[in-house]
């Protein structure tokens, strides 16, 4: 039997990246206890502690803040919350002059001024860079923040329909850890893995660890999700076989200018969710006790270039707000013990007829990438939506064969594939309710965008069901509704 760590805590952030760490900044400097969990290492996980640098846009003056917000809506083809976007445009620059008193500096010009650049999508230049999660790692451990790396989340854990806590599986001291907290900041990154990256490392521009947890996990803990059909592809350079690298970024220059010795081209990759769990103002999601930011979070529908500022600008909101949350509830023990048997009955079953996780996560994404992340129609994302079926029935085949449960890797991939499977659902069912094209979302037989889809995809889970709800942009009311 596994040993189980019971931890309290007034906020639990789930998540080391940019969004997580400025949450757990704002959370601790607003008094609050804070632990902060990381599926990898605190600032060198995710999306943003993989890069080299982050781009970082915000309106250096004030005059440019009706600019940007048009950029943005625009970009967003009218599916963004305006209310949100209002609040990153406003804060951005407040965030972004942060970073600097972190230790973070900025590209200047010789009079010692930001030197802002333009990028696309933008009307202005306001694009500044380098920006490294990092720099907030360190003024995590400064704070003396609680952290526990190369730890897994599992479950959130409810009680009178509230988020009290989490289970998570601890890799270093193989131990399980049940969190009691007052409030959970979701902070997970996206899904870029769905579309498959282990053999082909073209198809995803995102590291490893980016699933889709935090989407599988809000969604079983009743929360809404939206937009789940928008993945950004993005063009990347990619190099020949003999070369036997693959390179983003500084990689174009490189190959330009060593074109007679290499072959170079442009290669599409998976690069970015603009969807997510539903927020508001605070960065609070549906369900009371939960709040998400970063790429995790819907409703803003942000680019990958804009991404980052809205890790910070939402970030710091997540924590401030679930820095003030109380809660008297305990964890109910039962569901502790349900989690902890399910986690321990995939280590430990001998199937019949035995699978590896990898072979049953390379159905998923093989799928995806073919059916779904380059070319959509009807017949595609049905093929792949009758495939997560036949993936859903492989799951309990799925065998660990290493059985020790200290840095075991084969184990969470097995866990990985149920979050995956659940987001891959997600969004097949909303890639098939939208019949037109906008935005990043294309459908080859619906190549036009039509205004009767001007409105979002909400995905929740009612009971066991999979539900699924359009609604207008104007209106808000519910157009179509589908149950799975």
Same mark, same amino acid.
């Given at each position: 039997?596994? &040993?189980?760590?019971?931890?309290?805590?007034? @906020? $639990?952030?789930?998540?080391? /990246?940019?969004?997580?760490? =400025?949450?757990?900044?704002?959370?601790?400097?607003?008094?609050?206890?804070?632990?902060?969990?990381?599926?990898?290492?605190?600032?060198?996980?995710?999306?943003?502690?993989?890069?080299? +640098?982050?781009?970082?846009?915000?309106?250096?003056?004030?005059?440019?803040?009706?600019? +940007?917000?048009?950029?943005?809506?625009?970009?967003?083809?009218?599916?963004?919350?305006?209310?949100?976007?209002?609040?990153?445009?406003?804060?951005?620059?407040?965030?972004?002059?942060?970073?600097?008193? +972190?230790?973070?500096?900025?590209?200047?010009?010789?009079?010692?001024?930001?030197?802002?650049?333009?990028?696309?999508?933008?009307?202005?230049?306001?694009?500044?860079?380098?920006?490294?999660?990092?720099?907030?790692?360190?003024?995590?451990?400064?704070?003396?923040?609680?952290?526990?790396?190369?730890?897994?989340?599992?479950?959130?854990?409810?009680?009178?329909?509230?988020?009290?806590?989490?289970?998570?599986? /601890?890799?270093?001291?193989?131990?399980?850890?049940?969190?009691?907290?007052?409030?959970?900041?979701?902070?997970?990154?996206?899904? /870029?893995?769905?579309?498959?990256?282990?053999?082909?490392?073209?198809?995803?521009?995102?590291?490893?660890?980016?699933?889709?947890?935090?989407?599988?996990?809000?969604?079983?803990? /009743?929360?809404?999700?939206?937009?789940?059909?928008?993945?950004?592809?993005?063009?990347?350079?990619?190099?020949?076989?003999?070369?036997?690298?693959?390179? &983003?970024?500084?990689?174009?220059?490189?190959?330009?200018?060593?074109?007679?010795?290499?072959?170079?081209?442009?290669?599409?990759?998976?690069?970015?969710?603009?969807?997510?769990?539903?927020?508001?103002?605070?960065?609070?999601?549906?369900?009371?006790?939960? +709040?998400?930011?970063?790429?995790?979070?819907?409703?803003?529908? $942000?680019?990958?270039?804009?991404?980052?500022?809205?890790? $910070?600008?939402?970030?710091?909101?997540?924590?401030?707000?679930?820095?003030?949350?109380?809660?008297?509830?305990?964890?109910?023990?039962?569901?502790?013990?349900?989690? @902890?048997?399910?986690?321990?009955?995939?280590?430990?079953?001998?199937?019949?007829?035995?699978?590896?996780?990898?072979?049953?996560?390379?159905?998923?994404?093989?799928?995806?990438?073919?059916?779904?992340?380059?070319? &959509?129609?009807?017949?595609?994302?049905?093929?792949?939506?009758?495939?997560?079926?036949?993936?859903?029935?492989?799951?309990?085949?799925?065998? @660990?064969?290493?059985?020790?449960?200290?840095?075991?890797?084969?184990?969470?991939?097995?866990?990985?594939?149920?979050?995956?499977?659940?987001?891959?659902?997600?969004?097949?069912?909303?890639?098939?309710?939208?019949?037109?094209?906008?935005?990043?979302?294309?459908?080859?037989?619906?190549?036009?965008?039509?205004?009767?889809?001007?409105?979002?995809?909400?995905?929740? &889970?009612?009971?066991?069901?999979?539900?699924?709800?359009?609604?207008?942009?104007?209106? =808000?009311?519910?157009?179509?509704?589908?149950?799975?």
């Amino acid at each position: 039997m596994m &040993k189980i760590r019971r931890i309290e805590t007034d @906020v $639990l952030v789930i998540g080391g /990246g940019a969004a997580g760490l =400025r949450a757990a900044l704002a959370a601790s400097d607003a008094g609050a206890k804070v632990t902060l969990i990381d599926k990898g290492l605190v600032g060198r996980s995710g999306m943003s502690g993989t890069l080299p +640098y982050w781009n970082i846009p915000a309106p250096v003056i004030p005059e440019d803040k009706g600019r +940007y917000f048009e950029d943005l809506m625009r970009a967003s083809c009218g599916l963004s919350n305006p209310k949100l976007l209002k609040i990153l445009v406003d804060e951005a620059r407040d965030r972004v002059l942060e970073l600097e008193e +972190y230790g973070n500096i900025f590209t200047r010009d010789s009079t010692g001024e930001v030197s802002p650049a333009h990028a696309e999508g933008h009307s202005a230049a306001r694009v500044l860079t380098p920006a490294y999660s990092w720099i907030m790692a360190m003024q995590l451990f400064k704070r003396g923040i609680t952290v526990y790396d190369e730890t897994f989340t599992t479950c959130l854990v409810r009680a009178e329909d509230r988020v009290v806590g989490a289970v998570a599986i /601890g890799l270093k001291e193989a131990e399980i850890l049940a969190i009691k907290a007052n409030a959970v900041v979701l902070a997970t990154g996206g899904a /870029g893995h769905i579309f498959g990256m282990d053999t082909r490392l073209w198809q995803s521009t995102n590291p490893i660890e980016l699933t889709g947890d935090g989407y599988a996990l809000a969604y079983q803990a /009743g929360a809404e999700l939206v937009d789940m059909e928008f993945n950004q592809i993005a063009l990347e350079p990619q190099y020949s076989r003999q070369f036997g690298q693959t390179q &983003k970024s500084s990689a174009l220059a490189m190959a330009r200018a060593l074109r007679s010795t290499m072959t170079f081209q442009e290669t599409p990759s998976v690069h970015h969710f603009l969807g997510g769990v539903v927020i508001d103002e605070k960065a609070s999601t549906t369900v009371p006790g939960l +709040y998400a930011c970063g790429e995790v979070a819907g409703g803003l529908h $942000l680019k990958a270039t804009d991404q980052f500022i809205g890790c $910070l600008v939402f970030g710091k909101r997540a924590g401030e707000a679930a820095a003030r949350e109380k809660c008297d509830l305990e964890m109910p023990l039962d569901a502790i013990k349900g989690e @902890v048997e399910r986690v321990v009955s995939i280590l430990t079953r001998s199937p019949k007829d035995p699978l590896p996780p990898y072979s049953v996560r390379r159905k998923l994404m093989d799928t995806m990438w073919r059916d779904v992340g380059l070319s &959509k129609s009807e017949e595609s994302l049905n093929n792949a939506l009758k495939v997560i079926e036949e993936v859903k029935d492989l799951l309990p085949r799925m065998y @660990v064969r290493d059985k020790s449960r200290t840095f075991n890797k084969e184990w969470v991939e097995a866990l990985e594939a149920y979050n995956m499977v659940i987001v891959a659902e997600m969004v097949v069912r909303a890639s098939l309710m939208r019949k037109e094209s906008r935005g990043v979302f294309r459908r080859v037989d619906y190549p036009r965008e039509d205004d009767r889809y001007l409105g979002n995809i909400f995905v929740k &889970k009612v009971g066991e069901q999979m539900v699924l709800e359009f609604r207008r942009t104007t209106e =808000r009311e519910v157009i179509e509704k589908v149950v799975a």
